[in-house]
Every structure is written in structure tokens, then in C-alpha cells.
């Protein structure tokens, strides 16, 4: 076997740190320089003599450089693996005799481990930023949950502990209470910190006819019933899969599918409309309803041990009208939504917040939301005085004490309530026209009242 000898430019060569490896045209490797022993983990002598189709095989180096230029005839430039653990960016290229005729390939690299590394590293790194992102996103998305449930008052404290509590665990979960007072938000509430992977599907028992509501919850299978899709269908409970089911108005369940419910949630298993095989699901149960369960029980109008597998956690949710605390907050909240929804700068006066705060409020959340939408898109001015209010609210009138007439005569009893009334808008209003306007009378009348009341109406200090 011919060898070539580089004379003095071999130990040129061999000062260089790369390797420099040649071969003749089969592939035969006839050189290699001292630097090659490093890269390849081979003696140079062991090297020169053997085929580089045999050192790919044995994974001296892979790929073979000098196998892709002969194999395609052109220079090549490739990423090259080696035995020593080495990460090379080999080109490889023909020397041309003097009758232009292909005499050998040489091959040559340079080392970029540390650079295929840092790369990696990078790469890591642009996952774990990602990851970081989704967890901000999902942090986000939890907490923009949580400010739709204002809990300031003790009440709703307590709810909220009590459903991190079980937020994890497999427990059913029953909400009651009045229409408006945020089931819904609760339900989505508890399926956030649940951690579960699937989706929170929600259904409204009373809003889907009765005929058919077993194929919405359950499924039906292709030629169940006459009208159904050919290719069957996929019922809720399903699509629950992993995830919440949220079964609002859970009183409004017809009796004749409360028994299939409780199997559902007792085996996990169920039939879809005009199926005879048993399909298994895998959801955590939430249910909520402003009926008296109860007394539907009393009534042979829903399933004893229904209520009992529904309610293993029982959260009644208080009223509006009981919860002061989350009610000023709930206006201040709802406030700043629907000013920055609609690019308003409205506000409320001190008298319009007494209206509402003295409001009974019978639709709730619900409807506090809908009176401070609509208060914000349809008054003119930036402020809001009770006048804009509908009339139910603005005819509210704030509480106080009964003056106690019992060995008074009548003159004396109204003088009393008038000191009483006139200190209390005192409190609120910063001017006499302000007064007015909070008591329906004229500025003169409570200049005029101030006047004759002097010395007995005092405002307090802050």
C-alpha cells in the first residue's frame, strides 16, 4: 500500500489541533496527523492502512466524511461524532493531480463540543423559560380567578378554605344557595386548584329538554334513536374525561336519570343512549342548585341516596345581602372592570354607595354586576349620584334607629328624628347642596335646619 509523505509540511501539520486525516479514492485512510490520536482515540499508525467504512462501522467516527465525498463526488461539511466523545464539524474535500484527476480526499476538522453543548444548554434553558412562561400563564389565568371570588367577609373566607382543603382530592362537592351568588365561580374555583388535566365541562340541568338530556349527558351510538347522527355522538360526561363535571341546577335532574346518575358516580361507569357496552370516566363531580333539596326529598322528588353521594362536601353560599364585607367590595371591583372595559373614568358618590350597600339586592352577584355596567355605560357625567340608580335602589333609604316615643310627646319625637336624620347625611355630605340632594329638600331648608339644630349636630371626626 502506497503511503503518502507530507515531508517538511508534516511537521506543520501535526502543530495544528485539529486532525487532518487523508485518504486515497476507496476510502483508505494513507495519513493522519498526531492530533488525530486525540480526536478519534486510535493510535495514527493503527489508523493509516484501514478503511474509513470499516471505522464508521465500529463507530470510531460517524459519519464517515471521506465516505460522502466519494459517495457524491462534492466537498462536504457535516457534524461529526466520535469514539473519544468528541463533536466535530468535519469538512472534507479532493486534492487534483496534475492531470486533474482525483488523487486523494483530505478531511479536516474543527472541534465544537463545547459549542454543541452550549447549544444544548441553550436549549434547555429556552424549555425551561417556556415551562416558566406556562406556569406564569396558568399562575395568571388562577389568579384572575380568584379576583372574580371576593371573599373580605368571614363567611367567604371560610368557603374558600374549606375548598382548598378538598380542592385535590376525589370528593363531591354541592354548592347551595340563591340564584346569583356565584356557584358557578366557586365550580371553576375548586376545578383550578384541582390540578386536574381535563377541561371543567359544565351543564345546566334546567336549561336542556328533558327528552334530551340523557344523550347530552350520556351519549347515544349510531342508530340509538330516530334523528340521531349516523355516527353516533360523545355525551358530556365524556368530555369530562380527567377534568370536572359541573352539574348546575342539579334539582332540575329528571327522576328517571337520577339512578343512573348515582351508578355514574358510584362505579365511574356508565352506557351511552342504545349502547350495550360499559364505558369508564374519570372526573371529579360538582353540582349546585338554589332549589331546597330537602324538601324535594320530603317530596319523593329527588333520590335520598343521590343527595347523600352529591353532598359528601356540603358549601351553602350566603346571600349578597349578608356579606357587607364582599358587597363594598364587589361595587369597588366591578367598578374598576367596567371603567377599563369600557374606557370609562366613572365614579360613584357617597350617597349612591349608601344606596347600594342598603339594597337587598334579591338577584345578587348577578345582578350587582348588571346595575354597574349599565350605570357605567349609560351615565353621562363622572359621577354617579343616586338619581342615575333605578328607582327600586335610589328610593333606599338608610336604617336607623326608631326613636323611642314612650313618654314623649309627638313635637318632641320628630325634633329627635330630624337632629337624628340631619346628622347622619352631616356624616356623609360634604356641603349643605350636597345635603340637600341626599335628603330630597331644598339647600335654604338645611341651612335653615342647621341653624336651629346648632350645637347638637356634630360631624365625627376621621
Known sequence: MKFIDLGDWEQIINTVYTDVIITNTQGIIVYANDSSEYWF???????IGESVYDLEEQKVFSPS?????????KKQTLVQETRAGKILLVTGNFIIGQNQNVKHIVCYAQDITELEKLKAYVKKVEEELRNTKQELRDFQHAKDKQSVIIARSESMKLILSSLNKVATTEASVLFTGESGVG????????????GRKGKLIKINCGSIPEALLESELFGYRSGAFTGANPKGKKGLIEEAQNGTLFLDEIGELPFNLQAKLLALIQDKKFYSVGDTKLKSVNFRLITATNANIEDMMVEGKFREDLYFRLSVIHIPIPPLREREEDLIAMIMDLMKKFNHQYKQNKELSHETIDCLLNYQWPGNVRELANIIERLILTVDNNLIIPEHLPAKISITTPSFPMVNV?????PEALRMTEIYVLTEAYQHCKSTTKMAKYLGVSQPTIVRKLKKYSGLIKKEDN
Request: charged content about 40%; proline content about 0%; aromatic content about 6%.
Open 41 to 47: 482515540d486510535m493510535k495514527k499508525e493503527k489508523m
Open 65 to 73: 466524511i471521506a465516505r460522502r465525498v466519494i459517495e457524491t463526488g
Open 183 to 194: 356557584k358557578s365561580f366557586l365550580a371553576e374555583y375548586l376545578h383550578e386548584q384541582s
Open 406 to 410: 314612650n313618654r314623649r310627646t309627638l
